[in-house]
């Protein structure tokens, strides 16, 4: 059974932002003012993706403000757009994976990378309008607190990788996390493991090669396994053992390449969407098989595609514990054709 802080409170709104795919933003806003057609068209698919260090550090964050609210400052600044944290980098370590020490260097790398440069993103702000900020500014500090400039920052990504680095600073978009200082609990949240993204990077490390995953043809980035599960959980109502996903929105969110626009309609390729939601669903039931996923609201154990209304239908399990789970199964009417390709639709 998962101890109190192995399951963090995880903000909609973070898990909004990373789920919205470039195709899934409409008007877009920069400083108040509207950025005309012309401009939209010229950003670059970066722009739109929640990658790279953003992963940790919302799952860290996460952490600070499930467990740790009060190292959090600017929270009665309204001028300020941001709140800020500063704590030992060990601590951040902990918080964004869990003991996992593999991902340090690459985790490291990513944060040179922020503390060099601010890399704007687009983010939903409310329904039919996006706003474009940066979401995360990083700074970090030697043991005297002289802080690494973001020169020596850039230099260091392309080499080592390493640093005496003694503490981070995050300077974190307020709507994102806000939600999460509202009240004793905080409000609009979901459970989420500890760690999370650093937990499911082990998980499809230990995996490959199995052939209940090699034998899944399609490929697919470990972010968008990570934006399936966050928007599971946006769609989940916490009820009943099924959960019942738009095929277009979801592959929207998640796995965009599978959507294609003519004439004004959207088609997907179901079959490899199928296969890829079941990849997921398979890499989930794995992690919870560990004890990774414990205190989550639920965990897939099946799956159907309904073609006529293009919609995926999850069998869900639902408790506070999960080892022990049985076989994931594909309960689609042709899931026994493993060489079936149609036609997307």
């Given amino acids: 059974m998962a101890k109190k802080q192995d399951i963090v409170h995880y903000p909609k709104a973070a898990a909004n ?16 003012q509207q950025l005309p057609p012309e401009k939209v068209e010229k950003l670059t698919r970066s722009f739109f993706d929640i990658a790279g260090a ?3 550090v919302f799952d860290a964050l996460s952490y600070i403000c499930t467990f740790h609210r009060q190292a959090i400052e600017r929270r009665e600044n309204s001028t300020e757009t941001h709140f800020r944290v500063r704590i030992p980098i060990d601590y951040f370590l902990d918080y964004a994976l869990d003991g996992r020490s593999q991902y340090k260097h690459r985790l490291m790398t990513e944060l040179y990378d922020m503390a060099s440069i601010q890399r704007g993103k687009i983010l939903p702000l409310d329904a039919g309008h996006s706003i474009m900020t940066v979401p995360i500014r990083v700074d970090l500090f030697y043991e005297d607190g002289t802080k690494l400039h973001p020169a020596t920052a850039r230099k ?48 499809i490390d230990e995996c490959r090669g199995l052939p209940e995953f090699t034998n899944i043809g399609i490929q697919a980035l470990p972010i968008q ?5 966050l928007y599971m959980n946006l769609h989940d109502n916490g009820l009943g053992e099924r959960l019942n996903l738009d095929g277009v929105e979801t592959l929207l969110s998640c796995y965009p390449t599978l959507v294609q626009d003519k004439g004004g309609e959207r088609y997907i390729h179901w079959w490899q969407g199928r296969l890829f939601i079941k990849k997921a669903c398979e890499l989930y039931n794995r992690m919870a098989d560990k004890g990774l996923m414990d205190g989550v609201k ?16 999850l069998r869900l399990q639902r408790g506070r514990t999960y080892s022990g789970l049985p076989p994931f199964q594909d309960e689609s009417p042709y899931a026994s054709l493993p060489d079936f390709r149609p036609e997307k639709e």
Avoid at 157 to 176: C, D, M, V
Avoid at 184 to 200: I, N, Q, R, T, V
């Fill in 17 to 32: 932002a990373e789920t919205t795919s470039r195709r899934q933003h409409s008007v877009i806003f920069e400083e108040g």
């Fill in 54 to 56: 953003h992963p940790y």
């Fill in 156 to 203: 260091l990504e392309y080499l080592k990788g390493q640093a005496p680095i003694s503490y981070i600073a995050i300077e974190f978009y307020k709507p994102l996390f806000q939600t999460l200082l509202q009240g004793k609990d905080g409000e609009s949240w979901f459970p989420l493991p500890k760690a999370f993204h650093a937990k499911m990077l082990q998980t």
């Fill in 225 to 229: 396994y990570r934006k399936l599960y």
């Fill in 298 to 313: 639920f965990v897939p154990t099946g799956i159907q595609y309904d073609k006529p209304i293009k919609q995926f239908r």
